[in-house]
């Protein structure tokens, strides 16, 4: 069964500097889909960024990029020039490819503060 | 994308109660699904619902503590049946878009049971 980890469950960082969230998963399959979702304090969960598995050059948003190794099962975004409004919960989530179900399993979840 | 509402956004009920939270899509989708998420913790699916089809559940949930109906493409229920104070929690429905196997989110129900 696959299984995602985050392993900060809180992080701060200063207004405009730039910050690493870490997430990990354990998977055997070969074609999936990697997502980073936000969720602002008392609001509504929104998608930050997408990654194919089968693609090799890392996915990027604006301010937000992820570094992706496929091999290492590693899957970090990172936010630069970070802003007050980036204070959120964000929740690293696979899918399985191909099973049909379109099932996301989600981390436990890096609580983020953004300092001024 | 698309745009999701729920109704309610949240709701104090008794032991014992249920509650029926409604989700409407402003397109056709799908699936939708259902999750629960304890304040400041993750997400838990409960059940993915497609239309036409009797809704799947997630190991731990069961159909007749939380009954799903999804009688078209565009709008799903869930029912807490006969609550207790362990039914505290946010519910959340989501659908996916095909194109990229993205989830968006509704804003959720928060529910309380006394």
């Known amino acids: 069964a696959q299984t995602v980890t985050q392993s900060q469950p809180e992080m701060s960082v200063q207004e405009a500097e730039t910050v690493t969230l870490s997430c990990t998963y354990d998977?055997?399959?070969?074609?999936?889909?990697l997502f980073w979702y936000k969720q602002p304090p008392s609001r509504q969960m929104i998608l930050v960024i997408r990654q194919e598995a089968y693609k090799q050059q890392n996915a990027t948003e604006n301010r937000f990029s992820v570094n992706f190794q496929k091999a290492a099962k590693s899957f970090s975004l990172k936010i630069s020039d970070s802003q007050l409004g980036d204070t959120a919960m964000y929740f690293c989530?696979?899918?399985?490819?191909?099973?049909?179900?379109?099932?996301?399993?989600f981390g436990t979840g890096t609580r983020l503060k953004v300092l001024a | 994308s698309a745009v999701i509402s729920q109704k309610p956004s949240r709701d104090i009920c008794q032991r014992g109660t249920s509650l029926t939270i409604q989700c409407q899509v402003d397109?056709?989708?799908?699936?939708m699904f259902w999750y629960r998420q304890q304040p400041g913790q993750s997400l838990t699916l409960i059940a993915t619902a497609n239309q036409g089809s009797e809704a799947t559940y997630e190991s731990g949930f069961v159909i007749d503590k939380f009954p799903i109906s999804r009688p078209n493409l565009t709008f799903s229920t869930l029912t807490v049946s006969n609550m207790s104070p362990e039914d505290s929690s946010i519910y959340l429905c989501?659908?996916?878009?095909?194109?990229?196997?993205?989830?968006?989110f509704g804003p959720g129900t928060r529910l309380t049971v006394t």
């Open positions: 397109s056709q989708v799908t699936m």
């Open positions: 998977t055997s399959e070969n074609n999936y889909y």
């Open positions: 989501s659908v996916e878009v095909a194109a990229g196997y993205e989830q968006y």
């Open positions: 989530a696979f899918m399985k490819q191909g099973s049909g179900t379109y099932k996301y399993i």
